[in-house]
Every structure is written in structure tokens, then in C-alpha cells.
């Protein structure tokens, strides 16, 4: 998509090559928020350049927000946290849900179980799937990449109808269609979000590998005599994994709004909490968000700064690395 | 013409993937006979039952292997004829729910580019002409705010402040309203959908904006004594809208699938919330429908950027 | 092209997983959830039961209805207003739209038994004692004292809405219909022979022939099960079934038109057969989300509503503005345990799990106390109630002692529905199913989780669409979930879900228990016209219910139908022979003597 920003370089590469062009790049944008930060792989104007080679205090804040947060999950089970599950005992006269307190700081739900609590056990899951689901797609749409884009001709025609397909489902409902009919566990989901992350993530790799594949080092190692294996390995792969990684944060923070719709669909994981199943909770009747707005709002709170952080540092990463999406 | 031919080819090949892939599913994870019958299907004692379900078998070619029954599928599709609701009382026809359902999801859309285009423009113009002085970076964080916030999220933090505190918006659709009473109900829910569009289009052209601010032509124009904003306006503009036409129409696939989770909660009646229940209830022929007309959209979209865009740039034309 | 036998199959197979209700040889009562899958917010009224604790609520009189509750006893207050006047249009929230009116192929839900009863007649009518008055029908008898042959007959002039004659042939023709449907059926067959079930005596006789006799038989006539419908309209919907959406019965008001958001409107049938209604038209509004249905009554867009939402019936009883009926004498929420297969085949286990199951928490937090606590399928106020049964619960400590010993003596079986043992590591496995997806259904089973984890069991969730719920139901593929039934106006029509003979490959009694005993006392009940023998009876019923450990009660459902101040007369029915009639059963109520005061 970023080739199609462009109207200068990109076009010149459009003209050498425009089979593997348009339709795969266009179809990108069904994920908004990749498709908003790609806008900015664009080469950037000289008044913004100054403000690149840094990652920039911004990236440092997300990121201990970021350690916090994964922390907090990790080690949820052994903080002195009120049980997630169990209805504290009422206020005699008053009604649950109360709003946050000393006692409750995010306030309590419906059922009088700690907000604050639940919160912080839905990040597990919550970050078990974002991990998971990205994790999944750099396996598998990164390793089909680079095959892709290293050996090239029907392998790579292949791989990359397959990429267009995969965009041009519409995301969201091939995740319903599979969570609906199939079974809801966190594999299930992780790996539906997985597969949804193969073809965004594979194009990159693609990308990277061919920009790379027709380097000096690569050549100099092939007629040294190096077998495909070691190249993909040896050379190009190290030279991947780089703007991969920078998109691994972002991929992640895809996935974990990702599984937050699927939550607010009523789709999630059955049992134990997610950030969008806490957020449905308090939302899905208007007179719960009226009265105990608290409900929706600790969790909506907590996973906006979550996923702010995770694009935030994503994009100066990928800034830093200064990643250009295709270089076709 | 090759290429065209090439390209055409091509979208064909993707939408029968994509319905191949869906019916597969569908047929493969669901159970058609269950579907359609119900708990009868599994009555394989009482005759009555049998013949019921020997009949339905019959009916519905569900003993024909699965490469036959999604040709027959698609030979009908393609005339028109897009199946039965079977989930639904008395059975209409598909057609007609997609032919209630369509325009509201449409005029969600279309009110929700709209607003995204009447703030991103100005705010763009304005971000450019004042780059990289605080207020631009200030605005640029809100722009990356913007998109953070899921969608869902953003549609309950709306429904909170504009429908329950301030009341200035209904709580449910009511379809039978008049035309304009409608078109109101749908304000908050396209505001959900525009707010990260306005960014994702804002941040595309002011960058845009920014580096062609920086070509030579302008030089030329501001040494000529053009003044700042009538540069911006009229010189800076139209190439940048080049890239802005584009991403815009591809994001409206993107708002397609913003539209299905905010259809749900705001209780609009569109073919979001249509393909969400079509699934829960596996309404076969409904689901198949709808996956096939937002792919069919997607597909020409991206069709459509193409013509443009060979339209604009010979380079690719001449290829 | 399609034969008519797999369309009708597949209209009602299709429908009839909407909603067991037709199963209302009974009463009409809703199953579980009702509302489809994409909104949660339908699914409050589901688990929605009845009333909180005696003493609960403020400003009561000694039988415990306040002021602003209309009922039997209500004293009508035409002596200050005056003589009802005919005029008005009555907008009517329900919960949830209706795509099919037509008694013999759609399973009619809560909303649209009460659209239903706007325009159909049943055979009979319960008046407010219990008894079984002939309405549509003129008399209903038995032959020579045979309590399994009945003679009803009909009565002179009446035309259906389109005109065509009501005589026994259309009586014939409905009933036949829902008898010989495949799943409806269920419930009706096993009463009957296979062949000559209904006899025609003459063009407005009928005799019914059932296999065992049945002194209650006319009140099986009071609900779906004694609708007319036009055979006309019938046989011109079975080719066209979106004709369904165009009732033609008998009623007090005729199915006018149907609008985009799916408002139905009725207006008034001029020709009715039993007087005049006074209500110009009724629109039933399909409102989903309860809070805004409620909006809607308060703001004045709709005059009346039907909710169980514990949070709008407590604002609905606070406002002395509203009128309410409330009726409780309708279903009942419990948990629903399956006894075929393992771990629930032990009655330990069931024991267990009662126990553990924390009822007054799921009152108080899920139904925020407005329902009341069930023990039985009746309430403290009926006849049937039996003082000496309680539900258990709410004793977790109970539990782990009978786990321990069914674990160690059959713990190595195996669970089919789950695929695993029956215990690992010394908890009972055992999968929960509901319908969803749903936010209160969910929260249900987090709490019930909670609990009966701590107490022995290992909890496996299955949210399925309502669909799939209700079919896995019916085949038995499931250990508990969380259901309704029951709340026939007499519990003879209840039979259906307890007897043996209704358990099959797809059982109607769905815990598939079978106690021959039970079946036993429920046939002398059967054949008792002495009243206070069958008080007798049921009561036993009931205290074997509650050994038998297959459902654990909550609550009762409660229903509101809620009227605004100006709409009067919802309880002024009465039969051509002059009984006052029902004004509510099941949480809803008909329209014929509702008028508006202006």
C-alpha cells in the first residue's frame, strides 16, 4: 500500500513490476491501524527526519507501560490480588456494582467481583492471544515470505494468491465464522488471529527478502558456493527479522483489538475474562453503562493505553530501523 | 489490455476462492442438515424422521459430494438467485433481506467517508502549513490516539457521553422513521467509524502535503509571491490527492469491517449485525451471501484504485 | 419442487428450534433464551424469574400486591371513570420480533403467543378459579362419563376472518396439523392413537379420542394447542409461508399490516363473535433491548409492555403511574441436570451439585431479588403448593463427602459428552451448556462456576448459539445447563416433561427420567375429577420431583405487563356465560376488554 502513497519511486517500481502490485497492498488496509502507520512509511520529509534517528522519550514511556502491563499479567496469580471470579461480599442496603473505592479501585461489577482484579487477569489472556496470534503469523507468514520471495516464479505466484485471499476475506468475519462453528478455546482463537496476521506479515517478509535477495552479499555468498538453505538463513534472514520485529509490536497490538472485537461479538473465550469480554460486560446494556460506567471504562482505559503503547513504540521502531514496507 | 485482462482474471480467481473457502467452511465446521431440520436430524429411529431427512437430502443435494454442491451453489448465485433464509420463518429469499439490509450499511458508510473527508482535509491543510511546531506534534499524537482506540471501545465511550448523558441521540433504530430521523440515528455510529478514518487520511496527507511543500515548483510559486495558503491550497493539494483518492477507497474496505462491529452495538439493523446473526443461527445461504458481496466490494475496489491510478500516472499505463 | 411434506418439515424443524413452546398442549411456556444471537441484551429477560423474598418489597397488602398491581381481585374503577368507550390505538413493547403467526407451523415465543392472542380465539378459557370454560366452543363433554372421549362442540355462526366457516372441519384441520407435525408433535402424540384421534360428528361437533382418560382434557384446549386458524389461510400459507406473517383467526382484531421495523398492527374486528373490542388497533412494537423498551413506556411512545427484566420491573412497581399485572404463576428457572448419562447418573452427583449451587446469591445478584425463590414448579399462593418441599442449596460443605465417594467408586468412566473420565484429580468433570451468546448468561455461569468449583467439580463451558442449545438439549447431548419450563395453568399439561413415555432419541422430558411411580400418580390425576385428590397427588408429585435431584429450582419467572395510567380494563374478560376470565397467563394477557380512557 505504501507504493501506492508514492507517486514517484513507487510508480517507477510499479512499471517494473505489476503483477505482485495492487491488489495485494490495497487489500492491506483492512487493518486500519497497519494500514494508517504504513501511510508514514512513506519517505519522510526532511523537517521530520531530524526527529528520527531517535527512538525518543515517547518509545521509552510506552514501553515501561508495556513492562508493567506484561508483568502485572505474568505474575497476576501471585499479587496480592482480590480473586477475579468470587462475588465480594455486598455492602448490606446497596447494590452492586459499586463505584471504585479504597477497597475496589476500579469499582466492582455486577456481580461484585474487584474490577481492578479482573482487569488484570483479562491481560493475560488478552496477551496470551496478541502474542500468540502475531507469534503464529511471523512463523508461518514469514517463513511462506521469505520462501516466496527467495525462490520467486509460480512458488512465489502461489504463496502471494494465497496472501491476496487471505486480505481480501473479510477479516473479522472469517474470525466469527471460525470461532461460531468451531469451538472458542484460546488455541482455536490465537490461531484464528494467526492466520489473519499470515498474509500482512508475509508480504513484508516477501518484500524484505527481495529487496535483499539481489544484494552484493547474497550474490558473493551463492557463487561462493552457499546452498539455498544457508542463504535464507545465514544472510537474508538476520537482515528480515529486523523490519519484522519492528512490526511485531504493532502486530500485536492488531491482534489484541483484534480479539476484543471478537470479544464484544460475544465470540471470545468462554471462560475466564479478556479485555473486550470486561468491556461487553459493563456495555451491553444501557442502563449498566449508565450507572456503573466504571464497568467498561477501567478495561477500555487500560486497553487503549495498551495498544497506544504497543503502536507507539512499533512506530519508532520501525522508524528507527527505518523499515520501508515493500521495495518493490 | 493484458494487464487488464490479467487483473480481471484475477479478481474472478479471488472471489471463487473466497466462496469456495467460505462454503467449505461452512458445510465442513456446521452441520446443513441439523440447519434445516433441526433435532429431527438426529432421529434416525422414528420413519418419519428418516423420510424427513431422506427428502431434505434430496432437496438441499446434501448427498452430493462437496465440489458438486458448491458448483450448483455458485451456478445459481451467479444468476441471481442467492438462495432462502433458513433460519428464518416461512423462508424469504435471500435477496430480500440483503435488499433491506444493503442501504443501511451503505449510508453508514457513506456518512461516516463523508465526515472522515470534511475533517481530515482541513486539519491536514492546517497540520502542514504549521509542521513540526508544537501544535503539529500535538496533533499528531491525537491522530495516533485516534487509531489506537479499537473501535468498539470508542463506540461505547460515545454511546456514554452523546446518547445516556447528554441524550442527544436515541438508544435503538427505529427503521420505520422517517428519512431524516434515520439519518440521525446513524451519527454516532458513522462519528465511530470516521474518527480513525480522519486520522488514517490526516496523517497520509499532511505527510503527503509536507514533502510536496518541499519540491521545487512551490519554491518557484512562494518566490513568485504566491501567498502561503493559496500555495497550500492550490499548488500542494491536488498532487497530494493523488494518494489521498486511493487510500480512501481502500480504507472503505476497512470501514466495512468496522461497520459489522459497530452495527452490533448500536443495534442497526445492517449487514453487519445480518452476518453475525447469519452465522450464530448458520444461515448458510445468508452468510455465503454477504461474505460474497464484501469480497465482491473489496475486489472491485481495488479494481477501481487501479483504474485510477493508471489513469493518473502513465507510467504504469505504458507498462 | 419442493413437496409440502419437507416444507412444512423444514418450516417447523426450523421454527420449532426457535421455541418449544408449541409444546403448549401445555401452557405455552417460553424456553430458555429467547432473542437471536447478535444482541445480549434480549437474553436478561431469560433468566429473569420471579420475585424476591416475601417482605421485600414496600407498600404491600397483606396478600403481597401493591398498589399499583392490577389483578383478579382488582376493583375495576369504571364506578368513577365510567363505561369503557371504544376509540384509541394501544402501541405494545415485546421482546422480540415475530416472523410467523401460524399456530400449526410456528413455534410461538412469548411475543408471539401475545400477538396471537390479539387474533385468535382458543376452544376454551380458563376463568379465574382454574376452571375450563368454553370460549370459541360452546360445550365441551365427555361421552357417557369416558373421560377418553370427548365431544366439543362449537358454536353456531362464527366466521373466521376471511370468512370461511368455523365448523369441526377446521377444528379437525388445526388440530391435525400440530399433531401430526413431526416435532411439535411430540408433545400430542403419545395421547392418541395413531389414526382416528379426531372424529367429526357433524358440521359442528368433534369428538377427540384419547388413549387414557383425561378429566382435564378441555384446558389442553386453552392454549396453542386450541387455536383456530382459517383453513383457508393454512392451506394458501403452506405454498406461500410468507402468508405467515398474515394471521387469520377468529379474534377480537384483524391483522392489518406488518411494517420495515417489524411493527404489526391489528385493528379492530367489527364482526367478532363475542361482542365488540374497544381498542380502535394494537401495534406490538419489537423493542430488544429492554432498557430502551422501557424508555419507550416511560416517554409515553409505547402504552403498555410485557418485560421480565428484573431492573425495569423494579422501576415499572416504584412508579405509581404504571399499572402492572404480574404473573408468576408461569415458568420456572432451574438448573437442568441430565440423568442419562455419566457423571449425572448417579445421584450423588446430582445431590452434589444442588448443594453446591449458590441460589440465593444468583437471586440476589442475577435477578437483583425481585424474583422469588422456586422450590417447586408452583407458588406459595397456589393450591398445588406443597409447604413440606424445599429446594436445596446454598450447603456447599454437603458436597465434597459425595464426590469423594463417587469418585472413588466410579471415577475411571467415562463422560461422553466431555470425552474424558468422569473425575480427574478427584473432581467431578463436567461440562455446563447455555445459550448465548448472552452477558447475563454468562455472568450465570461464572457464578455457578465459581461455586460449584470450589466444591468439587471441574466446570467445562458450552456456550452455543440458541439453536444448537436447544437441539443438543432435546438429543441429550449435555450434562447441565440452565433452563425454563413448566408453568401450566394446571400441571396435567406439564406432563409432558416428566412422563417416561416422552423420553426417545429427541425427549421432551429433558433430563430423561423416568419414575414409573411418578408416571403412575400422574394418570390417577389424569382420570380424577375430585379436586382436592388431585391437590393430594401433585403435591407428592412434587416432593418426588424434588428427590430425584434433576432440576435444581431458582426462581419463578416473573413476568410484568405494564399498562400506562390511561389504559383500562385488561382484567374485565369475561366468557359468553357471563364466568370473569383469565386476564394473564404466562406474562401475557389479552385485548378484548382494554380500552383507553382519554
Not at chain 2, 292 to 308: C, E, G, Q, R, Y
Not at chain 3, 181 to 208: C, K, N
Request: hydrophobic content about 45%; charged content about 20%; proline content about 6%.
Amino acid at each position: 500500500m505504501t507504493e501506492t502513497t508514492r507517486s514517484t519511486d513507487a510508480g517507477a517500481s510499479r512499471a517494473a513490476d505489476p503483477d505482485h502490485v495492487h491488489l495485494d497492498d490495497a487489500a492491506a488496509s483492512l487493518v486500519p491501524s497497519i494500514a494508517g502507520l504504513e501511510a508514514d512509511a512513506a519517505p519522510v520529509p526532511d523537517s521530520d527526519k531530524a526527529a528520527k534517528r531517535r527512538v525518543g522519550w515517547g518509545f521509552w514511556v510506552s514501553v515501561t507501560w508495556l513492562a508493567v502491563i506484561v508483568l502485572a499479567a505474568i505474575l497476576a496469580p501471585w499479587l496480592p490480588l482480590k480473586d477475579p471470579e468470587l462475588p465480594q461480599p455486598p455492602v448490606v442496603g446497596e447494590r452492586p456494582p459499586y463505584a471504585p473505592s479504597g477497597t475496589y479501585w476500579f469499582g466492582t461489577d455486577q456481580l461484585n467481583r474487584d474490577m481492578f482484579s479482573r482487569t488484570i487477569w483479562g491481560a493475560r489472556t488478552s496477551l496470551v492471544v496478541g502474542f500468540a496470534a502475531i507469534a503464529f503469523g511471523m512463523l508461518v507468514g514469514g517463513t511462506l515470505g521469505m520462501l516466496a520471495g527467495y525462490f520467486r516464479g509460480r512458488f512465489d505466484a502461489a504463496v502471494s494468491f494465497v496472501f491476496v485471499v487471505l486480505l481480501s476475506f473479510p477479516a473479522l468475519v472469517l474470525a466469527i465464522l471460525i470461532t461460531a462453528l468451531l469451538n472458542r478455546s484460546l488455541f482455536t482463537i490465537s490461531v484464528t488471529l494467526g492466520i489473519l496476521a499470515v498474509a500482512p506479515v508475509g508480504r513484508v517478509a516477501r518484500a524484505s527478502t527481495i529487496s535483499f535477495a539481489d544484494r552484493e552479499f547474497v550474490l558473493a555468498s551463492r557463487t561462493l558456493g552457499a546452498r539455498h538453505p544457508r542463504i535464507i538463513v545465514r544472510e537474508l534472514l538476520p537482515n528480515v527479522v529486523i523490519p519484522m520485529s519492528a512490526l511485531a509490536l504493532l502486530g500485536m497490538a492488531v491482534a489484541i483489538v483484534a480479539e476484543g472485537g471478537l470479544a464484544f461479538l460475544g465470540l471470545s473465550v468462554e471462560k475466564g475474562s479478556t479485555w473486550g469480554k470486561l468491556i461487553l460486560n459493563g456495555a451491553s446494556s444501557s442502563r449498566d453503562l449508565q450507572e456503573a460506567p466504571w464497568m467498561s471504562f477501567a478495561p477500555i482505559i487500560v486497553l487503549f493505553l495498551t495498544v497506544l503503547a504497543l503502536n507507539f513504540a512499533g512506530d519508532r521502531l520501525r522508524d528507527y530501523f527505518d523499515v520501508k514496507e515493500t521495495a518493490l | 489490455m493484458r494487464f487488464w485482462l490479467q487483473r480481471f482474471g484475477m479478481a474472478i480467481l479471488l472471489l471463487l476462492t473466497v466462496s469456495a473457502l467460505t462454503f467449505g467452511a461452512m458445510n465442513i465446521l456446521g452441520d446443513p442438515l441439523f440447519n434445516i431440520l433441526g433435532p429431527v436430524a438426529g432421529d434416525t429411529e422414528n420413519p418419519e424422521s428418516i423420510a424427513l431427512i431422506e427428502a431434505a437430502e434430496a432437496e438441499y443435494n446434501l448427498d452430493r459430494p462437496l465440489p458438486v454442491r458448491w458448483a450448483l451453489w455458485l451456478g445459481d448465485f451467479v444468476t441471481g438467485d442467492f438462495g432462502v433464509q433458513f433460519s428464518e420463518d416461512g423462508q424469504p429469499p435471500v435477496s430480500d433481506l440483503i435488499a433491506e439490509r444493503l442501504p443501511r450499511t451503505l449510508s453508514l458508510l457513506v456518512m461516516a467517508q463523508l465526515m472522515a473527508v470534511f475533517i481530515s482535509i482541513p486539519w491536514a491543510l492546517w497540520s502542514a502549513s504549521k509542521a513540526n511546531k508544537p501544535v503539529d506534534r500535538a496533533s499528531t499524537v491525537i491522530t495516533f490516539g485516534m487509531i489506537a482506540l479499537p473501535n468498539f471501545a470508542l463506540a461505547v465511550v460515545l454511546k456514554y457521553i452523546f446518547a445516556i448523558q447528554l441524550g442527544w441521540f436515541p438508544l435503538a433504530f427505529t427503521a420505520n422513521d422517517p428519512f431524516w430521523s434515520r439519518m440521525w440515528q446513524m451519527v454516532l455510529p458513522a462519528i465511530t467509524l470516521a474518527i480513525p478514518a480522519a486520522a488514517v487520511y490526516q496523517r497520509l496527507l499532511r505527510t503527503d502535503l509536507i514533502t510536496t511543500l518541499q519540491e521545487d515548483f512551490i519554491l518557484t510559486a512562494r518566490s513568485k509571491g504566491v501567498s502561503r495558503n493559496s500555495v497550500l491550497f492550490k499548488h500542494a493539494l491536488r498532487p497530494s490527492l493523488f494518494s489521498f483518492v486511493t487510500i480512501f477507497a481502500i480504507n472503505t474496505g476497512a470501514l466495512i469491517g468496522g461497520a459489522l462491529i459497530v452495527e452490533n452495538v448500536f443495534l442497526i439493523p445492517g449487514l453487519g449485525r445480518a452476518i453475525v446473526e447469519a452465522i450464530l443461527r448458520e444461515d448458510f445461504p445468508v452468510v455465503l451471501a454477504i461474505v460474497m458481496i464484501v469480497s465482491a466490494a473489496f475486489v472491485v475496489l481495488n479494481l477501481l484504485v487501479d483504474i485510477i491510478y493508471s489513469l493518473i500516472d502513465p507510467r504504469v499505463r505504458a507498462s | 419442487m419442493r413437496t409440502r411434506s419437507t416444507r412444512r418439515a423444514t418450516k417447523v424443524g426450523i421454527a420449532a428450534l426457535v421455541s418449544f413452546s408449541l409444546i403448549a398442549a401445555a401452557c405455552g411456556g417460553d424456553d430458555d433464551d429467547s432473542g437471536d444471537g447478535g444482541g445480549d441484551t434480549e437474553s436478561t429477560e431469560a433468566t429473569d424469574a420471579t420475585d424476591g423474598d416475601e417482605g421485600d418489597t414496600t407498600e404491600t397488602t397483606e396478600s403481597g400486591v401493591q398498589d399499583n398491581e392490577i389483578t383478579q381481585d382488582t376493583v375495576s374503577p369504571e364506578e368513577e371513570i365510567g363505561d369503557p368507550v371504544p376509540g384509541g390505538t394501544l402501541r405494545y413493547g415485546l421482546e422480540a420480533d415475530v416472523d410467523g403467526l401460524n399456530p400449526t407451523s410456528s413455534a410461538l415465543s412469548a411475543p408471539g403467543l401475545m400477538m396471537s392472542q390479539a387474533v385468535f380465539d382458543s376452544l376454551i378459557a380458563y376463568d379465574v378459579d382454574g376452571n375450563a370454560v368454553p370460549y370459541l366452543a360452546e360445550s365441551m363433554e365427555p361421552v357417557d362419563g369416558d373421560f377418553a372421549t370427548w365431544q366439543l362442540t362449537l358454536r353456531e355462526g362464527i366466521e373466521f376472518h376471511d370468512g370461511t366457516p368455523v365448523n369441526a372441519e377446521a377444528v379437525q384441520v388445526n388440530f391435525e396439523l400440530q399433531r401430526n407435525d413431526p416435532l411439535v408433535g411430540l408433545a400430542v402424540r403419545p395421547y392418541y392413537p395413531e389414526t382416528d384421534a379426531t372424529t367429526l360428528i357433524d358440521d359442528l361437533t368433534i369428538q377427540f379420542n384419547l388413549l387414557d382418560p383425561n378429566a382435564q382434557f378441555p384446558k389442553a384446549l386453552t392454549g396453542q394447542l386450541g387455536y383456530l386458524a382459517s383453513p383457508t389461510w393454512i392451506a394458501a400459507a403452506a405454498d406461500d409461508p410468507t402468508l405467515n406473517q398474515q394471521p387469520v383467526g377468529t379474534g377480537p382484531f384483524v391483522f392489518d399490516s406488518r411494517s420495515a421495523d417489524s411493527v404489526t398492527r391489528f385493528v379492530r374486528n367489527e364482526d367478532w363473535w363475542n361482542g365488540s373490542a374497544f381498542l380502535d388497533a394494537i401495534e406490538f412494537v419489537p423493542v430488544t433491548d429492554p432498557d430502551s423498551r422501557a424508555d419507550l413506556f416511560f416517554s409515553g411512545e409505547l402504552q403498555a409492555l410485557q418485560t421480565s427484566n428484573p431492573a425495569t420491573v423494579e422501576d415499572l412497581r416504584s412508579d405509581d403511574a404504571v399499572q402492572n399485572v404480574i404473573d408468576e404463576t408461569g415458568e420456572e428457572s432451574f438448573v437442568m441436570i441430565n440423568t442419562a448419562v455419566a457423571p449425572f447418573d448417579d445421584i450423588r452427583v446430582r445431590q452434589a451439585l444442588t448443594f453446591a449451587t449458590p441460589r440465593q446469591q444468583y437471586n440476589d445478584l442475577i435477578n437483583l431479588g425481585v424474583t422469588r425463590l422456586a422450590d417447586q414448579m408452583f407458588i406459595p399462593e397456589s393450591k398445588f403448593y406443597n409447604p413440606d418441599v424445599v429446594q436445596e442449596g446454598d450447603t456447599p460443605d454437603l458436597s465434597l463427602p459425595l464426590v469423594e465417594s463417587y469418585c472413588a467408586e466410579r471415577g475411571t468412566e467415562e463422560n461422553p459428552i466431555l470425552g474424558t473420565t468422569t473425575c480427574s484429580d478427584g473432581k467431578v468433570n463436567m461440562e455446563l451448556q447455555w445459550s448465548g451468546p448472552s452477558v447475563v448468561q454468562t455472568q450465570v455461569a461464572d457464578l455457578f462456576n465459581q461455586a460449584w468449583s470450589n466444591s468439587g467439580f471441574n466446570v467445562t463451558f458450552n456456550e452455543l448459539p440458541q439453536d444448537d442449545h436447544i437441539q443438543e438439549t432435546a438429543l441429550g447431548q449435555y450434562n447441565v445447563n440452565t433452563w425454563r419450563q413448566f408453568g401450566a395453568e394446571d400441571p396435567q399439561n406439564d406432563r409432558v416433561w416428566l412422563g417416561c413415555d416422552n423420553i426417545g432419541v429427541i425427549s421432551l422430558n429433558w433430563p430423561k427420567y423416568c419414575d414409573e411411580a411418578r408416571d403412575a400418580l400422574m394418570d390417577e390425576s389424569g382420570a380424577s375429577t375430585d379436586e382436592a385428590e388431585r391437590i393430594e397427588i401433585w403435591k407428592q408429585i412434587s416432593e418426588n420431583i424434588n428427590q430425584a435431584y434433576t432440576y435444581i429450582f431458582l426462581n419463578h419467572t416473573l413476568w410484568d405487563n405494564a399498562f400506562a395510567e390511561n389504559v383500562l380494563g385488561v382484567c374485565d374478560r369475561t366468557a359468553p356465560t357471563g364466568e370473569q376470565l383469565l386476564c394473564v397467563t404466562n406474562g401475557r394477557n389479552w385485548f378484548d376488554s382494554i380500552w383507553i380512557n382519554e
